[in-house]
């Protein structure tokens, strides 16, 4: 068997491989890789990342967000968000924008991984997964990024705080909000504890 046909049995469908993945299994990776991008086994995602198409029925489908960006970091810890997230929250919020954010903790910037673009920024602390406590205050402290009216979009959350889980939310505030969050939610909490108390 020749080495380029061994390295193509380590290779799994819908998988996303670094270079130095591949490094174990051939003695000329530049060249095997080379190779299976020109036949069609691999696809080139940027700098030294590949995947390995999963073929259906409409045809080769596309390397899933989450392996894409875990290849990328070489790590798991990260989370996928988008401001349409915010369109579900009920704040007013109905632009569309062909983003998504990774919050890591190792890169910071714009990159382009098979042909999709996602805006990595460094955060120290955001939950595993989305929550709609979590995505409150996410959008206060990205509204300078959002096209809509920023005032009108302010009302909203602080409607959403009257019936939201106040606990849950000033857990969040504390763990996870930047300083306009934590300006913006703490008196409105504050004034939602007393009105319980009371």
């Known amino acids: 068997m020749s080495a380029l046909n061994k390295l193509k049995q380590h290779l799994r469908p819908g998988q996303v491989y670094r270079r130095a993945d591949l490094l174990p299994w051939s003695n000329a990776v530049d060249r095997h890789l080379k190779q299976l991008v020109e036949e069609g086994t691999l696809t080139k995602l940027s700098g030294g990342l590949y995947y390995c198409p999963k073929h259906t029925n409409f045809g080769a489908a596309p390397a899933g967000e989450e392996k894409l960006v875990e290849a990328f970091l070489k790590d798991h810890r990260f989370l996928l968000t988008s401001p349409n997230a915010y369109n579900a929250l009920g704040v007013g919020s109905t632009q569309l924008y062909n983003e998504t954010v990774v919050y ?20 120290p ?61 703490e008196p409105l909490l504050a004034q939602g504890s007393m009105s319980h108390a009371t």
């Open 104 to 123: 890591n903790h190792k890169r910071h910037g714009r990159f382009t991984l098979g042909k999709r673009t996602f805006n990595f920024r460094m955060k």
């Open 125 to 185: 602390h955001f939950p595993a997964k989305l929550s709609r406590e979590f995505l409150l205050v996410d959008l206060v402290d990205n509204l300078d990024r959002l096209a809509e009216h920023k005032p009108s979009m302010l009302e909203g959350v602080k409607k959403q705080v009257q019936s939201a889980d106040h606990k849950a939310l000033k857990k969040t505030v504390r763990e996870y909000g930047g300083s306009k969050a934590r300006k913006f939610f």
